[in-house]
């Protein structure tokens, strides 16, 4: 494989009495290679000769294909997303499947058939077997990028996974009985958790990331500009979804109650700031979940997870009459595609209209 030509320099070394040729490596890192002493090379000018054959040897060498394991070690320190989450669920795919079957491998030796066949051979759902797949397609991208492999198109392009784009289940999206039977038989504050998710379309990482800072009385606005995942403080899934949001009076109501009631009232402190961590960190999801599950047992309605909250947001704003482009921005999608397949803007007063009309149906009898 043709490489970028090598450029370097011949020094003596008055130590050895040799000839060396010093030059930089494609990383940056200094190379030296003996050429030889003064009874192989009596002059300088024989040794830029030895020196001109090496660098032509060192520009068309090919470079050693990695393992798996070892290109993986460098992706952690050089490419590997800072996001938490993102990296937590990356580090997972590597730890539980990718390693175990590929570590010992080349890159190479990952290509289309037998990648997709692995896959298949998995008791993995169809979305877990594309989030490996999407790993592998981050590893060989790198390997590109490194220039430990030639560039060229991506083997995991050619990885089908049937059933990759559908639910095994389809989302519990809650009606507004269901959800006035479940909100009743929840504590505080994970009462007013479930009433924020399921009024503002909240992910249960940005609803708990909230503090008493983010919510703008006056003008009746809440910021969303953090989330949390296992109590790891990091920024929100997308840029879209950091914004500002309007707020009804109803629930400018609810969230002052429950500042009036909480001992972590200060304009720092996290808006449902733990006891148990003395309000250096939000409750935990965990206690969140089991809390909901607890709930909707009781309420007799199927058990459900904390996101099915923001399903059922996403369904009230629809039953309300919610043009699709204001959902959009409720929603916080980058996309529109992801709410629906129209295009559109709007303006902060049809997003104030649909919040106040969900907000009604969330504390109907909540309250």
Not at 75 to 91: A, C, L, V
Not at 167 to 183: A, I, M, S, W
Request: hydrophobic fraction near 40%; proline fraction near 5%.
């Amino acid at each position: 494989m043709k490489r970028a030509r090598v450029k370097g320099r011949v020094v003596w070394n008055k130590r050895y009495g040799t000839w060396n040729f010093l030059w930089a490596d494609a990383e940056g890192k200094n190379r030296s290679r003996k050429l030889g002493d003064l009874s192989e090379l009596p002059t300088r000018e024989i040794a830029l000769t030895k020196a001109t054959a090496l660098g032509m040897e060192l520009r068309f060498r090919t470079p050693v294909v990695p393992k798996v394991k070892d290109l993986i070690d460098r992706y952690r320190s050089e490419k590997m997303p800072d996001r938490f989450s993102t990296r937590y669920g990356y580090e997972s795919w590597i730890k539980n499947h990718i390693v175990p079957r590929w570590g010992e491998s080349l890159i190479t030796d990952l290509q289309a058939r037998e990648v997709e066949q692995w896959l298949k051979s998995l008791p993995l759902s169809p979305k877990s077997m594309m989030h490996i797949r999407g790993v592998i397609h981050q590893l060989w991208r790198f390997a590109m990028w490194e220039r430990t492999v030639p560039a060229q198109m991506n083997p995991m392009e050619l990885v089908t996974v049937k059933g990759a784009t559908k639910r095994l289940r389809k989302p519990h999206n809650l009606t507004e009985e269901e959800f006035r039977k479940f909100v009743v038989r929840l504590e505080e504050p994970i009462r007013t958790i479930a009433l924020m998710c399921v009024s503002f379309g909240l992910r249960i990482s940005e609803a708990l990331a909230l503090k008493w800072s983010d919510v703008d009385w006056l003008n009746g606005m809440l910021r969303i500009q953090r989330g949390i995942v296992r109590q790891r403080v990091g920024a929100v899934k997308t840029g879209e979804s950091e914004r500002s949001m309007p707020i009804d009076p109803e629930m400018i109501v609810v969230l002052g109650a429950w500042k009036q009631t909480t001992q972590f009232s200060s304009e720092a402190d996290w808006v449902f700031g733990s006891p148990a961590k003395i309000g250096r960190l939000p409750v935990s999801y965990p206690w969140v979940w089991k809390s909901f599950q607890r709930a909707a047992i009781e309420a007799g309605i199927s058990q459900f997870g904390t996101h099915s909250l923001r399903h059922s947001y996403r369904s009230w704003l629809d039953a309300v009459g919610t043009p699709i482009a204001v959902q959009q921005k409720l929603m916080r999608h980058s996309d529109i595609r992801t709410t629906f397949n129209i295009y559109g803007d709007v303006v902060t007063d049809e997003m104030r209209e649909a919040h106040s009309k969900v907000v009604k149906m969330a504390l109907s009898r909540a309250i």
